[in-house]
């Protein structure tokens, strides 16, 4: 059902064209009929209708006049640093997409009463104990989770209106970009190659319209503070991969399980992860939804 034009709020979207953006374009501006405008480093957007603005987030006078110009309700934060390993060397571009632009569009939203609706990640934290509340302490193990534990600090102290919504291991369909982890291992199983999936790392993956709806509810119900969303249920990487083999009727013989120092990566993981979400479940109603349906959904919407 489309918004009456008189109760359209103005979003503005960083980071459009990532896996996030990408949803919440489809959600807020295609679905409910939302104003939004677009932004992102890319020179154009999927869809050349929508309303979409070039802006490099880590240039202040750039944030500075996309938001002051188009004066939001709500500024969604989709853009962010997210390769663990080259955060370790490319610590400088990391820093400033992860922080500093975090910044730069608290001080926009600060000035035009926007709320500012931010993503950060299970990487704040060391995955020792697991199964971690908003309440626990963080204690990053590699630089981007520092980063990203960086940002939400500079929120905190920006005096701006804000949420952070803290989410894991996002999968889902999108338009274009790279492949989410379920199609990585449905299309590389299909072309005859053999995977190699750990059993160490544990998480609740998060399914893409979960969160896409999460931060529709934050807008809903005027939610401020700092949320998890993620999936219900909390399994290896290894065990998630068998469930989608199960679904997608693929060669598990094709998968190989190991454990995550084997695969020599330059920054730590955190192992014994994943996000309680019972905080969003009991305040704005978020449900996630059950993995197998989650596949359904993606198998019915592209074909996988």
Not at 119 to 146: A, C, M, T, W
Not at 249 to 255: C, P
């Amino acid at each position: 059902m489309l918004i009456p034009s008189y109760m359209r709020n103005k979003i503005l979207i960083f980071g459009a064209t990532g896996m996030l953006g990408q949803r919440c374009y489809e959600y807020f501006a295609k679905k409910l009929g939302y104003s939004v405008l677009l932004s992102s480093t890319e020179p154009g957007f999927y869809n050349p209708t929508a309303n979409y603005i070039q802006c490099d987030a880590t240039k202040k006078d750039e944030v500075k006049k996309i938001i002051s110009g188009f004066s939001p309700d709500y500024i969604i934060n989709a853009a962010a640093f997210t390769n663990v390993d080259r955060s370790e060397t490319e610590r400088e571009i990391a820093w400033k997409l992860n922080v500093n632009a975090v910044e730069y569009m608290a001080e926009g939203a600060r000035n035009c009463d926007a709320h500012l609706i931010h993503i950060s990640s299970d990487y704040i934290f060391d995955g020792v104990k697991g199964q971690y509340s908003e309440n626990d302490k963080p204690n990053p193990l590699g630089y981007y989770g520092r980063t990203k534990l960086a940002g939400e600090n500079a929120l905190k102290i920006s005096n701006a209106l804000f949420t952070i919504l803290r989410t894991n291991v996002l999968y889902g369909v999108i338009t274009q970009g790279r492949l989410d982890f379920v199609r990585w291992v449905v299309e590389s199983i299909r072309k005859g190659e053999k995977i190699r999936i750990v059993t160490d790392q544990i998480n609740n993956p998060t399914f893409l319209d979960d969160l896409v709806r999460a931060i529709g509810q934050v807008i809903e119900f005027g939610k401020f503070g700092i949320y998890n969303i993620g999936g219900r249920e909390f399994l290896s990487r290894y065990d998630f991969t068998m469930r989608i083999c199960d679904f997608f009727n693929l060669d598990k013989s094709m998968v190989t399980a190991i454990t995550t120092p084997e695969l020599n990566q330059p920054a730590k993981r955190p192992l014994n992860s994943g996000l309680v979400t019972l905080k969003a479940e009991t305040e704005f109603g978020y449900s996630p939804t059950a993995i197998e349906e989650t596949f359904r959904l993606m198998k019915d919407e592209s074909g996988l």
